[in-house]
């Protein structure tokens, strides 16, 4: 009964300012969207860190000209280390035909190589116990010593950046995040304070008929979480479209090089949360758009 | 009913607003507040109303002392206490039916009951028919009656009009005042504050001047 009473009340204020109200809700849906950006951006270096981690390969090249046997011999002795999982095995014609579907279309390149260029390697990933940087780089030093081993790659370098480069990333992205939160408070809070303003006699009238503080802010606090949900539609809205754009541009009809990590967009209680978020602190706004006009007028008054 | 008790209230710097007020107005009174502008009227009902705290002294109001009443209690205190003002006050954006309808919504009563009720008052005040226009369609004495049905809707026992007639001419001004002796007349005390001298003196009721911040004069009169 009251909700519906307060609802209305909301809904006439948005009305009343419907410019302002307009322009808050814009600016906090592109607050919301730089925010939600970089937690799409965060979410997704992080399933990629972890994808990546997984996918540590250490690679050895060997030499041109080993027999089968000497070959064998390699495999056997990799297979000693107790940190190694599984071995695979590429012979030098293999390596070329896996380059030449990589190049299709551009075929041409390869056609001046006459000889086959390419190093028989064999790839070898970590069992799961052993996936640390440190087990890494003592296999690929011990891998080196192996005789017809010509070069070990053990793709730590860049994965140590990209680790750092998330950890900067996730702490960036909570300051921001704070930082929007409190700009999102803020922007609110003012607009509504104006739409204070302009009731502020019915407000005093209000309190002076007994009205209690919670039934002079409901309606404000409604205002504020409308405005807020209605900027967090918007943002995640228009993030959506950025977000499916993006994939199809890049990873589906370019052949990003991310082809086998896909992006990942918000999960449906993400979402929900996301919105629960713009909702509340649009509310918080508006809830303190009333209190701090309340604190102004307990400062100096009038004689009469 | 409402007493007071050497009330001081000053607002720093100068002459205190009010200077050692004693008062005491029974149930079912009628009293006129009269002075100039800045004797002190104003902050006297704000004090009632625990819109202003005395700086010393003690106020009581309905049995409660308002020096010790919390914020929190405050809007308990007011739904008892009906409030007039000389601007109206009515919220433009409403009609006469939602601006005379909010204390009641206030304590939270549903729309069934508040309906009857509001239309009841409305008609004790003569706008039974102006119930779905907007305040700025309505003359300046048609206004004051709803100010009033708003502040009677909630049957308070104590009624506060501050100026009432200030806004008004001299005919309008005793229509209102007639309808203020006949709420008093069903039970209200009423309090009211004017620097007008013709009507308190004509209507013989209880007249206390201000002046300064000083009671200079408090007769009880006769009723005529």
Partial sequence: MRIVVFLQEAVNNVNRHRLLSLATTITISLILMVFGLFLLIYFNLRG????????????????????????????????????????HFTSKEEALQEFQEKLQGQAGILQGLGENPLPASFDIKLSPTYETPEVVKRLAETLKLIKGVEEVQDGLDWLDRFTSFARFARIMGLGIGVLLGIAVITITSNTIRLSFYTRREEIELMRLIGAKEAFIRAPF?????????????????????????????????????????????????LL????????????????????????????????? | MIQLFHVYKEFGGGLPALDDINLAIEKGEFVFVTGPSGAGKTTLLKLLTGQERASSGQVQVLGKNL???????????????????????????????????????????????????????????????RADTYPIQLSGGEQQRVAIARALVNRPSILLADEPTGNLDEQLGWEIFTLLKEINAYGATVLVATHQQGIPKKVHRRRISLEKGKIIYDEAMISG
Wanted: net charge positive; proline share 3%; aromatic share 12%.
């Fill in chain 1, 48 to 87: 990629l860190g972890g994808s990546l981690r997984e996918q540590v390969v250490v690679t050895a090249y060997l030499q041109d000209g080993l027999t089968r046997e000497e070959i064998r011999d390699i495999e056997e002795r990799i297979h000693q280390e107790p940190a190694v999982g599984i071995v």
């Fill in chain 1, 272 to 304: 929900l949360l996301l919105l629960f978020m713009a909702t509340f602190l649009g509310g918080m706004g508006g809830y303190f758009s009333v209190s701090s006009s309340v604190k102004t007028r307990r400062g100096p008054r009038s004689l009469w």
């Fill in chain 1, 221 to 269: 606090f409604i205002e504020g979480a409308v405005v807020g949900l209605s900027g967090g539609v918007i943002a995640l809205l228009s993030l959506g479209c950025i977000f499916f754009l993006f994939q199809k541009q890049f990873i589906i009809e370019k052949g990003f090089f991310l082809k086998e990590v896909p992006l990942t967009f918000f999960s449906f209680e």
């Fill in chain 2, 67 to 129: 020096s010790y009443l919390k914020d929190s209690s405050l809007p308990y205190l007011r739904r008892n206490i009906g409030y007039i003002f000389q601007d109206f006050r009515l919220i433009q954006q409403k009609t006469v039916f939602e601006n005379v309808s909010l204390p009641l919504q206030i304590i939270g009563l549903s729309q069934e009951q508040i309906r009857p009720r509001v239309q009841e008052v409305l008609r004790s005040v003569g706008l039974g028919h």
